[in-house]
């Protein structure tokens, strides 16, 4: 047996009683011994990560290109937009809010909300703690961090507040069904465009990836001590738990249909490509 695998192994009844494992990590000189690309998985979530933050930030302070009137298509980084500062027609609520400077939102009201969400998510904790704060960057690779305390200290301890931006994310997905239903009636009546698909398949996709939230499968079937006599809320909790699975799939999925919706309301509401009708 080398020293290594001396130092590594569990101690059992021969190293005496009431003695504890002892584990170290290997000294290797090498951040790791593996040969492959194990640097492009975080590098890929980097810059997918940024590419969106940077086009949805950008989006959010353009104050134009966010509403069809004719289609009434409402992108979903502006709404719900309730100021005086919104143009006719895209306030489906009324416009409680005066004017509002050019460097507040439009959306200010839900979009730190939904960046709240998305930050302290479950899945997107494990993306950038691994991309951009190396903790550690991927398996058998060393961190350049000398220790780690958890998510017990500021400023991670906030993430524990993820279930109560599950609250609001979830009346907000609400509030973008309702803009997806509303686009359905537009200047000509009811009708049916290529613009209503794109809005309703990013609700869709919204649904799915907040009620795949780890905190819904808790609202739903946490604190249950016998589920034969909660019958409903153990099948919704089934049901929940079946989203739950593809959880990072639907993290990456919304954040591809926020940009597509927002980018295709854009186009439209400038004019600068028609929608494409279906009916009406």
């Known amino acids: 047996m080398t020293s290594t695998d001396r130092s590594q192994r569990t101690m059992g009844p021969e190293d005496g009683v009431g003695k504890q494992s002892v584990r170290t990590r290997v000294a290797l000189p090498q951040r790791t011994l593996r040969t492959d690309r194990w640097w492009l998985p975080p590098l890929l979530t980097t810059l997918g990560l940024a590419a969106f933050v940077v086009y949805a ?7 134009e290109g966010y509403w069809d ?3 009434h298509y409402l992108t979903p980084f502006y709404s719900p937009c309730l100021s005086t500062s919104c143009v006719p027609g895209s306030s489906h609520f009324g416009t409680p809010i005066g004017e509002l400077p050019e460097f507040i939102p439009l959306a200010f ?11 302290t998510c479950y899945y997107y904790r494990k993306a950038y ?4 704060w190396f903790a550690p960057p991927a398996c058998a690779v060393t ?4 220790r780690y305390t958890g998510e017990t200290r500021l400023p991670l301890i906030v993430q524990n507040v993820h279930r109560y931006f599950f609250y609001v994310a979830l009346s907000i997905t609400l509030i973008n069904t309702y803009d997806a239903i509303v686009a359905f009636g537009g200047e000509r009546g009811l009708g049916i465009g290529l613009g209503n698909v794109i809005l309703l398949g990013n ?8 009620l795949s939230c780890h905190s819904c499968r808790h609202v ?13 809320r153990y099948w919704i909790w089934t049901q929940v738990s079946k989203l739950n699975v593809r959880h990072m799939q639907f993290a990456w999925i919304t954040l591809g249909t926020l940009v597509l919706t927002d980018l295709y309301v854009w186009l439209v509401s400038t004019q600068t490509i028609p929608d494409l009708r279906f009916v009406n």
């Not at 930030?57 to 104050?63: A, D, G, K, L, N």
């Not at 009201?109 to 930050?119: D, I, K, M, Q, V």
């Not at 609700?203 to 907040?210: D, I």
């Open 57 to 63: 930030t950008i989006r959010s302070f353009m104050r």
């Open 69 to 71: 009137a004719e289609n």
């Open 109 to 119: 009201l839900s979009l730190p909300f939904l960046l709240g969400f998305r930050l």
């Open 129 to 132: 703690y691994r991309s951009v």
């Open 143 to 146: 961190e350049p961090h000398a």
């Open 203 to 210: 609700v869709v996709m919204l649904w799915c990836y907040t």
């Open 220 to 232: 739903t079937g946490g604190r249950l001590k016998h589920f034969s006599k909660n019958p409903v």
